[in-house]
Antibody, heavy 122, light 111 residues
Framework: EVQLVQSGAEVKKPGESLRISCKGS????????ISWVRQMPGKGLEWMGR????????NYSPSFQGHVTISADKSISTAYLQWSSLKASDTAMYYC???????????????WGQGTLVTVSS | QSALTQPASVSGSPGQSITISCTGT?????????VSWYQQHPGKAPKLMIY???KRPSGVSNRFSGSKSGNTASLTISGLQAEDEADYYC???????????FGGGTKLTVL
């Protein structure tokens, strides 16, 4: 069974750093890209970027480029999303999702993690 | 403002059919048959319902169907059931710079 299990909820202060994780199981982790998707409170889904776990090659949405870093450790089948300096506006639910695609093309997201709620407040 | 435009809400009675539209541009929906639809119940992760415009993943009811005409994609749910009440999001590939765009989401209410 394919599963993506994310790390637990986080409460942080503005300016702090944070890394959340997404562990894949039930499939070959290096055979599929992983994407991160943001959902701000009461709002819709926003694609942040993706990583190829086989070589850690990344693509970012222009909206998130430079604001977050996506990484992966294929030895433990885990992808990460990190911030170096959080802002209150980063408060959101963050989902990882397995991506079906080929080359530049993103076809769809077939499996999703349960989400990690990040709250940034002073 | 989301890149793809969806109605904020739609409603229907049990047994009826509803259609949710998703309007993009010639740079996304109109250029690629890579539209997907996701269902999200409150407090839950999104679930893939339709991919590549009209294909259904294994396990998804055949009451769900998708189509596309020009820059507009559509999700149709027939024989509405109470469990279909949820938010629905469309998504499209949008080229090698933007990559992916989502719609703003549509809240489906089953009356």
């Amino acid at each position: 069974e394919v599963q993506l299990v994310q790390s637990g909820a986080e409460v942080k202060k503005p300016g702090e750093s944070l890394r959340i994780s997404c562990k894949g199981s039930g499939y070959s982790f290096t055979s599929y890209w992983i994407s991160w998707v943001r959902q701000m409170p009461g709002k819709g889904l926003e694609w942040m970027g993706r990583i190829d776990p086989s070589d850690s090659y990344t693509n970012y949405s222009p909206s998130f480029q430079g604001h977050v870093t996506i990484s992966a450790d294929k030895s433990i089948s885990t992808a990460y999303l990190q911030w170096s300096s959080l802002k209150a506006s980063d408060t959101a639910m963050y989902y990882c999702a397995r991506l079906q695609g080929s080359g530049w093309y993103i076809y769809y997201f077939d499996y999703w993690g349960q989400g990690t709620l990040v709250t940034v407040s002073s | 403002q989301s890149a793809l435009t969806q109605p904020a809400s739609v409603s229907g009675s049990p047994g009826q059919s509803i259609t949710i539209s998703c309007t993009g541009t010639s740079s996304d929906v109109g250029s690629y048959n890579l539209v997907s639809w996701y269902q999200q119940h409150p407090g839950k992760a999104p679930k893939l319902m339709i991919y590549e415009v009209s294909k259904r993943p294994s396990g998804v009811s055949n009451r769900f169907s998708g189509s596309k005409s020009g820059n507009t994609a559509s999700l149709t749910i027939s024989g509405l059931q109470a469990e279909d009440e949820a938010d629905y999001y469309c998504c499209s590939y949008a080229g090698s710079s933007t990559h992916v765009v989502f719609g703003g989401g549509t809240k489906l209410t089953v009356l």
